[in-house]
């Protein structure tokens, strides 16, 4: 059963960085595409990155506002998926959340694409 668990939340100052993990403590996750939202109090959930995972070439892709600045990444199937987020603003402050589709295709930005949440992880930037 594939069970997401993030972790690597914070408060950090404006300018800083945290990275972002997420594992898969069931072990069941192996082919698909794994991907970070966001959510703000009182905005709808919005995709942040996504990553294919034992693809033949792995493909990342990012939301306008994040490019350049968070790099999501994984080194094989048996690690967790990361965000690095460099850069940060007070405006990216919400719960990020790691989920993941055993499906691969072009909707990887619908969070209604994903079958896996994680409960969530609370990152705060102060200005």
């Known amino acids: 059963q594939v069970q997401l668990v993030e972790s690597g939340g914070g408060l950090v100052q404006a300018g800083g960085s945290l990275r972002l993990s997420c594992v898969d403590s069931?072990?069941?996750?192996?082919?698909?595409?794994m991907a970070w939202f966001r959510q703000a109090p009182g905005k709808e959930r919005e995709f942040v990155a996504a990553?294919?995972?034992?693809?033949?070439?792995?493909?990342?892709y990012y939301a306008d506002f994040v490019k350049g600045r968070f790099t999501i990444s994984r080194d094989n199937a048996k690690n967790p998926v990361y965000l690095q987020m460099n850069s940060l603003k007070p405006e990216d402050t919400a719960v990020y959340y790691c989920?993941?589709?055993?499906?691969?295709?072009?909707?990887?930005?619908?969070?209604?694409?994903?079958?896996?949440w994680g409960q969530g992880t609370q990152v705060t930037v102060s200005s």
């Open positions: 989920a993941a589709t055993t499906r691969y295709g072009p909707r990887y930005s619908t969070p209604q694409t994903y079958d896996y």
């Open positions: 069931g072990g069941a996750f192996y082919n698909g595409v």
């Open positions: 990553i294919t995972i034992s693809w033949p070439a792995t493909f990342t």
